[in-house]
């Protein structure tokens, strides 16, 4: 709960114009090395500090897609871990949305490889069913590590979790 309270809730930038810039920039310089971008992680969670809710998340992936395939136009572009909620919301608020990534992220925390690969089908399922399909990332995996910060029940060591994604 400690690293929560030190968060602080973030708004849309004063000059859009100058993200524009920050994106194309970072895009550039990053050509070549960075191919992949993801645009923020898990933004829908209230520990994420935006503000805003799906409608701005949506803004910032629309100008950072632009801005960064305008750098790199064979960058991809994906959508972070938001859920089916906010997805939903988003392609019903404006359908051209899924134009705005090439594909979306998916944190499958499910404790077994069965399971992860459930919630990947969910999410396949959810996108096809909102009249589209991008391919999903897995970005985090199956079970909670972090043993390096803290002890917390289920955590693992890192070669623990090597062990587990390797098998």
Known sequence: EMWRARRRPFWPPRDWAEYDRFVFDLAARFKGR???????????????????????YAEYLRRFHAAAKRADPGCTVLCGRIGADWLGHMVADAPRIVDCFD??????????AEGSLAMVRRLQF?????????????????????????????DVLQHEMAARIRA
Request: proline content about 6%.
């Open 34 to 56: 960075v191919s992949v971008w993801e645009v923020m992680n898990e933004a829908n969670t209230p520990d994420s500090g935006l503000q805003g809710g799906h409608r701005m």
């Open 103 to 112: 594909g979306i992220v998916c944190h499958p925390y499910a404790g077994s």
């Open 126 to 154: 959810a996108m096809a069913g909102l009249g589209f399909v991008k391919p999903v990332y897995i970005t985090e995996f199956n079970f909670f590590g972090g043993k390096w910060q803290d002890d917390k029940p289920g």
